[in-house]
T-cell receptor
Framework: SQELEQSPQSLIVQEGKNLTINCTSSKTLYGLYWYKQKYGEGLIFLMMLQKGGEEKSHEKITAKLDEKKQQSSLHITASQPSHAGIYLCGADMSGGGADGLTFGKGTHLIIQP | NAGVMQNPRHLVRRRGQEARLRCSPMKGHSHVYWYRQLPEEGLKFMVYLQKENIIDESGMPKERFSAEFPKEGPSILRIQQVVRGDSAAYFC?????????????FGDGTRLSIL
């Protein structure tokens, strides 16, 4: 089974609408990282969350880590075509910080004009 | 400042050949991570290296795959005797030092195709 579950798998949103992507783990998350990937390209770092209850924002994107540190959400306000792509959550699930990240399968976001 | 540089961007090999993928971390970064992205499977961790040391290779296949990060030069992911199942996108990431507070920054990847 997947250690990090992302939902939805794909999302089609009309330009200007808000949307939320979720990332859920069955284990405690010691660090949660959101990335965006455009098709055929690399991953662009968006935000990092460490503490339960933490919330960060950058431009129109807000990410939260719940109090129990087992779920994160990414919220986009007033979506634009530039927001289209694949959103990946990655997590440090070891606590030691030295190992590689575990990733969800991604959420494919399409913005309709 | 240059980000994480990977080359080549695309690599085509025939079954049985060797593939060498290179990764130069961001300036000032001494930790390198390799990941593989297979269609429909997502991004999977392979190996974590510091200069001249393999720290964690728990995600590396037991055979044919090896990685190094020499004192000078880029990190190399080497795949010997490639098979069709090795076709994937291979990503390298780097960070300045390990620890829960340092995000990994990714390169654009190498797309490996096996004929």
């Amino acid at each position: 089974s997947q250690e990090l579950e992302q939902s939805p798998q794909s999302l089609i949103v009309q330009e200007g609408k808000n949307l939320t992507i979720n990332c859920t783990s069955s284990k405690t998350l010691y660090g949660l990282y959101w990335y965006k990937q455009k098709y055929g390209e690399g991953l662009i770092f968006l935000m990092m969350l460490q503490k339960g209850g933490e919330e960060k924002s950058h431009e129109k994107i807000t990410a939260k880590l719940d109090e129990k540190k087992q779920q994160s959400s990414l919220h986009i306000t007033a979506s634009q075509p530039s927001h289209a792509g694949i959103y990946l959550c990655g997590a440090d699930m070891s606590g030691g910080g030295a190992d590689g990240l575990t990733f969800g399968k991604g959420t494919h976001l399409i913005i309709q004009p | 400042n240059a980000g994480v540089m990977q080359n080549p961007r695309h690599l085509v090999r025939r079954r049985g050949q060797e593939a060498r993928l290179r990764c130069s971390p961001m300036k000032g970064h001494s930790h390198v991570y390799w990941y593989r992205q297979l269609p429909e499977e997502g991004l999977k961790f392979m190996v974590y290296l510091q200069k001249e040391n393999i720290i964690d290779e728990s995600g590396m296949p037991k055979e044919r795959f090896s990685a190094e990060f020499p004192k000078e030069g880029p990190s190399i992911l080497r795949i010997q005797q490639v098979v069709r199942g090795d076709s994937a996108a291979y990503f390298c990431a780097s960070s300045p030092f390990s620890g829960p507070k340092q995000p990994q920054h990714f390169g654009d990847g190498t797309r490996l195709s096996i004929l």
